[in-house]
């Protein structure tokens, strides 16, 4: 009996003073991720998310952490998230998607991504208007063609100006090269021409009272 008593008290002795062996995860908080994806540090952001993180973390603003990728340019993140189901529609605080964003600023590569990853064009910015309708306005060609181009993308979508994106590259457009050929991209789609604006003035009606002589004679087939 004290030969176990005396093995029992040298067995709790030597376990004493030993560090116990840990095996919780490091817990990431929402601000340490939200960090992460605005510096675009890529490995740390895959880990968070293999351990299961909320991918669709938004901050004060309502950014999420998708919609900072958009805002930071950031492809490979934007593709990482949305791998792990990122939603590409989620809206901020000002109604700004991450598919919205990527259309009003021209980055063609994420709108392709998005619109593989559930892109909806039943979302609207704080100004009911499309990811086409800004794209015309700040003179983005190639987002245009894609956008016009895109099976079932409503051209003709009328904001709450009362202006489509043929009206808007027209009134907000200064007649230059590049709003000439976002008109020809929009009417090859088949937009319709004679949507007017609230007061009932066209688009022709617009570029004549501009002067902008060339779109004119696009609008009028010449």
């Not at 817990?27 to 895959?46: F, W």
């Not at 991450?98 to 704080?126: C, I, S, W």
């Not at 709003?179 to 009417?187: A, F």
């Amino acid at each position: 009996m004290k030969t176990i008593l005396l093995l029992l008290t040298l067995s709790i002795s030597s376990n004493c003073g030993k560090p116990q062996a840990t095996h919780h995860m490091e817990q990431q908080t929402p601000d340490t991720l939200i960090d992460q994806v605005t510096h675009n540090q890529l490995q740390a952001v895959e880990k968070a998310l293999q351990q299961g993180v909320a991918v669709n973390t938004q901050d004060a603003k309502g950014h999420s952490l998708l919609l900072l990728a958009v805002h930071g340019r950031q492809y490979e993140m934007a593709k990482l998230l949305v791998t792990h189901d990122a939603d590409v529609n989620l809206q901020d605080n000002i109604q700004d998607s991450p598919f919205l964003y990527a259309g009003a600023t021209g980055q063609n590569d994420m709108l392709k991504l998005f619109l593989e990853h559930g892109a909806r064009f039943d979302v609207f910015n704080r100004y009911n208007g499309s990811a086409l309708i800004p794209a015309c306005e700040r003179g983005h060609i190639e987002t245009v063609r894609l956008l016009a181009n895109t099976q079932g993308f409503p051209i003709d979508h009328i904001n709450r100006l009362g202006w489509t994106g043929l009206l808007e590259a027209i009134i907000l457009g200064d007649g230059s090269q590049k709003y000439q050929e976002i008109v020809k991209i929009l009417m090859a789609a088949g937009t319709n021409i004679n949507i007017a604006d609230k007061d009932g003035v066209t688009p022709l009606q617009h570029a004549r009272k501009s002067g902008y002589t060339a779109i004119v004679k696009i609008l009028e087939g010449k």
